[in-house]
């Protein structure tokens, strides 16, 4: 599966973007999908995941109330759209596919994960 993540840019502190995330492959509904961030000089932190169906999300306790993801399995499409933006939030988001089973829990760690998008960055201006 190719993962291609786009909708990043510099926006001011307050303000929203929504990144999107396409895949290649058409059974990309037997896929959750995670979004990861990574700061300048940081680890690669979770952000949230959206099961297969999308009738189950989970986020870190980070961005919960700020952001929420949804999925389009029959665009292939993966959405995050992040509202109240603070300049903490600055960093480039990766998504990525972990296959699993319906009755799977969330996939919280990247090593859950089995492909990568290749990352958009977002710039909080302050």
């Known amino acids: 599966v190719q993962l291609q993540a786009s909708g990043g840019g510099l926006v001011q502190a307050g303000g929203s973007l929504r990144l999107s995330c396409v895949a290649s492959r058409r059974t990309f509904s037997t896929y959750a999908v995670g979004w990861f961030r990574q700061a300048p000089g940081k680890e690669r932190e979770f952000v949230g995941t959206?099961?297969?169906?999308?009738?189950?999300?989970y986020y870190a306790d980070s961005v919960k109330g700020r952001f929420t993801i949804s999925r389009d399995n029959d665009k292939n499409a993966v959405y995050l759209q992040m509202n109240s933006l603070k300049f903490e939030d600055t960093a480039v988001y990766y998504c990525?596919?972990?296959?699993?089973?319906?009755?799977?829990?969330?996939?919280?760690?990247?090593?859950?994960?089995?492909?990568w998008g290749q990352g958009t960055l977002v710039t909080v201006s302050s």
């Open positions: 990525a596919a972990g296959r699993t089973i319906l009755t799977a829990p969330p996939l919280l760690t990247s090593r859950e994960y089995d492909y």
């Open positions: 959206i099961s297969r169906s999308g009738g189950s999300t």
